[in-house]
T-cell receptor, first 113, second 112 residues
Framework: GAGVSQSPSNKVTEKGKDVELRCDPI?????LYWYRQSLGQGLEFLIY????????KSGLPSDRFSAERTGGSVSTLTIQRTQQEDSAVYLC???????????FGNGTRLTVT | GQNIDQPTEMTATEGAIVQINCTYQ??????LFWYQQHAGEAPTFLSY????GLEEKGRFSSFLSRSKGYSYLLLKELQMKDSASYLC?????????????FGAGTTVTVRA
């Protein structure tokens, strides 16, 4: 079947605007993760959803960041009042079970001007 | 959280062997993963270790020692296409969560 799908693939926005990034995980995968990767850097954990449990939000860098996962499937990462330091590639990943390998989408490249 | 350390860069010759080390500190270890990431692309899964020992998969092998908080990824018979960043990731199940944290990655350059 299809892999993890993210949209848009590229997003350019002005400082102060809100953006929404979408992730469609692999069908049947119970866990969904959001990471952020700045140029030349490693993956920074943002948030993790597992089934119907409360998400682990410990990686969200500020209260401008939020995420939801509707119906245990599609997830949206929202960044309010974007800042230039938010510019990065935002990667979504899903896994079948909690201890299964993660499968990554191709990411959304966010540029805040 | 975890402290995951791996070298920043390594260079090797086509056909050679390269070993990428990863050390970690975690209270609730629940598995170690290696991912490959080519420039501009998403990470792809290479290997998974949860018990001590060596896991071999073709030209790639991964080793784990839980008591030492240590893993390595071994790439044999290097090919030019192996030039990429290699990410070590550790899963921690403290508190019932299964967060996967990544190291900063090791950029491997394969020379002809």
């Amino acid at each position: 079947g299809a892999g993890v799908s993210q949209s848009p693939s590229n997003k350019v926005t002005e400082k102060g605007k809100d953006v929404e990034l979408r992730c469609d995980p692999i069908s049947g995968h119970t866990a969904l993760y959001w990471y952020r990767q700045s140029l030349g850097q490693g993956l920074e954990f943002l948030i993790y959803f597992q089934g119907n449990s409360a998400p682990d939000k410990s990686g969200l860098p500020s209260d401008r960041f939020s995420a939801e996962r509707t119906g245990g499937s599609v997830s949206t990462l929202t960044i309010q009042r974007t800042q230039q330091e938010d510019s990065a590639v935002y990667l979504c990943a899903s896994s079948l079970f909690v201890n299964s390998p993660l499968h990554f989408g191709n990411g959304t490249r966010l540029t805040v001007t | 959280g975890q402290n995951i350390d791996q070298p920043t860069e390594m260079t090797a010759t086509e056909g050679a062997i390269v070993q990428i080390n990863c050390t970690y500190q975690t209270s609730g270890f629940n598995g170690l993963f290696w991912y490959q990431q080519h420039a501009g692309e998403a990470p792809t899964f290479l290997s998974y270790n949860v018990l001590d020992g060596l896991e071999e998969k073709g030209r790639f092998s991964s080793f784990l020692s839980r008591s030492k908080g240590y893993s390595y990824l071994l790439l044999k018979e290097l090919q030019m296409k192996d030039s990429a960043s290699y990410l070590c990731a550790v899963r921690d199940s403290t508190g019932g969560d299964y967060k996967l944290s990544f190291g900063a990655g090791t950029t491997v350059t394969v020379r002809a």
